[in-house]
């Protein structure tokens, strides 16, 4: 009896272990950010490492398969363009006088430390999970990165039907000035009712606002080559209990951020990042395709 008890405490304890550590997909995505420093040679589209020390993976963690250089490269470009992307949207808004950036679902994003020189000039807000947001606190103050006054770890229990926009507001946010919103590798997960009513607050920010977000193509819009690598990722979410919801062309993701009453809406193709990053590179790499932006302005 005391032998199960143990068992029951134990697994208890590692279930909560878990809930508070990242999910995979960020790891995988700070992981292949920092393989692009290890493998691809220069011109770096972005330099991240601030992840992998976040993560503290192990010695062997460029081994596991979802690392491989060749077989990966795609889905690591198109991580570091999006990225990279986000970056120059941020560059450019900051310049215009706009001091507010919301993250949603923020994961591991590393703007903050990356990039203090700019990021002290805003008030950051990261939104995710409680577990996640704990973890990752705790992870900065012992690297020695600390939480600035202008950086703001929001904890916000989506499946417990929290507010969003209630818990930002209660860390600071200032809804009467614009904001930036960025939202990167979460609309697949999200019920695209979800996702509309999502938009729908966000659209309601005060005018001059910007939201930057991305979607997953559906396969037969997805170039026949990298076909094979949407379908891998597809089994790979549904195997750890994250999969695929929601795929959406551009017209439809339009029209949703239409409907939600947006002022201007625009279609950024990912080729178009492609382009913009990868031009002329003498080692080929060049992102995959199947996820897209949409530019929404209120």
Do not use: C
Not at 66 to 91: H, K
Not at 142 to 149: F, K, Q, S, V, W
Not at 169 to 197: E, I, Q, W
């Amino acid at each position: 009896m005391e032998q199960e008890q143990e068992q029951e405490q134990a697994e208890a304890e590692a279930e909560a272990a878990e809930a508070e550590a990242p999910d995979h997909t960020a790891v995988r995505t700070a992981l292949w950010r920092a393989m692009h420093l290890r493998v691809d040679p220069p011109p770096h589209v972005i330099e991240d490492e601030v992840g992998l020390r976040l993560v503290a993976p192990g010695t062997h963690w460029q081994d596991r398969p979802d690392m491989d250089p060749r077989a990966t490269s795609g889905f690591r470009a198109a991580v570091v363009a999006r990225a990279r992307f986000i970056e120059d949207l941020i560059t450019e808004q900051a310049e215009q006088g706009v001091t507010q950036y919301v993250i949603l679902g923020a994961g591991l994003d590393t703007f903050a430390q990356r990039r203090p020189e700019l990021a002290s000039r805003l008030r950051i807000f990261e939104i995710d999970q409680p577990g996640t947001q704990a973890w990752k606190r705790q992870r900065l103050v012992e690297l020695g990165y600390g939480i600035p006054d202008w950086l703001h770890l929001v904890p916000v229990d989506f499946e417990a039907g929290a507010s969003w926009p209630e818990q930002l507001a209660t860390a600071g946010f200032d809804p009467a000035r614009p904001a930036v919103v960025v939202s990167t590798g979460v609309t697949m997960y999200l019920t695209k009712d979800t996702t509309a009513a999502t938009l729908r607050q966000i659209a309601r920010l005060a005018p001059g606002s910007t939201l930057a977000l991305t979607f997953l193509l559906p396969a037969e819009l997805v170039d026949d080559g990298d076909r094979r690598g949407l379908r891998t990722s597809k089994e790979g979410a549904q195997a750890s209990g994250t999969p695929f919801i929601s795929l959406y062309t551009p017209q439809e993701m339009l029209a949703l951020a239409d409907e939600a009453g947006f002022r201007g809406t625009r279609h950024v193709p990912g080729a178009s990042l492609a382009e913009r990053y990868f031009a002329d590179r003498p080692d080929g790499l060049r992102p995959s395709s199947g996820e897209d932006f949409l530019l929404a302005t209120t």
